[in-house]
């Protein structure tokens, strides 16, 4: 086996097997705790995508002008930790009701004074079993699509008011309520807006090679 796909088996296993662990030992609170299945199911939406990447490099013949092989092995086994980190992310705006919508996932407990972060943690939770579901879903969406969460960002920073002068609908932004226009840019944000913070390309994080 090629020794990008065994790095890429290892990760899967990390990934896979902790999520699978997850589900095994439900009887214990801690290790049961959704929030330590959006982590790992973020994980393994970098896993697919690392999967496809790896796939296409194969295919386009790109993987044999690889000048810097630790790179892209080490990126395997950063993007397990930065993926979970950005499912935590988007479930942290699904709960703060900044992305609201059918697709995403409704929290309860949320009306509730604040007390301290360890009340937040244990009371803020998804209303039902199928927000719990959309939830595990969706961190798997932001570990796979890496600009997910950074476009959400992108969207409400830009929703965001500038002045008191604004009008009614960038205050209605900014009370916590995305129009249906502005929850659109997530999914479909401005090539320009995206390609601005993009940083470089894949293949030259991973040193490939000019060959022309």
Not at 43 to 51: D, K, P, T
Request: aromatic share 10%; glycine share 6%; with cysteine.
């Amino acid at each position: 086996m090629d020794r990008y796909y065994k790095h890429l088996a290892i990760c899967g296993l990390i990934s896979f097997g902790s999520l699978a662990l997850i589900l095994l030992l439900q009887t214990i609170p801690l290790i049961s705790n959704i929030m330590t299945a959006i982590f790992f199911a973020g994980s393994v939406g970098a896993v697919i995508n690392n999967y496809y990447r790896l796939a296409r490099l194969y295919d386009s013949g790109a993987i044999a002008h690889i000048s810097q092989p630790r790179v892209i092995v080490t990126q395997f086994y950063v993007s397990l930790l930065f993926s979970g980190i950005l499912g935590f992310i988007a479930y942290g705006l699904f709960a703060s009701s900044l992305l609201q919508g059918g697709l995403f996932p409704k929290f309860k407990h949320m009306e509730h004074p604040y007390v301290s972060l360890q009340l937040l943690l244990a009371m803020a939770s998804p209303a039902t079993n199928l927000d719990a579901a959309k939830a595990i879903i969706w961190a798997f969406i932001a570990g796979f699509s890496e600009r997910f969460v950074p476009n959400a960002i992108d969207a409400l920073t830009k929703a965001a008011p500038s002045s008191e002068q604004a009008p009614p609908e960038i205050r209605d932004r900014a009370s916590g309520i995305l129009p249906p226009n502005v929850q659109a840019e997530v999914f479909q944000p401005r090539m320009k807006h995206a390609d601005a913070h993009r940083g470089p390309p894949f293949c030259s994080r991973i040193g490939i090679t000019d060959q022309r």
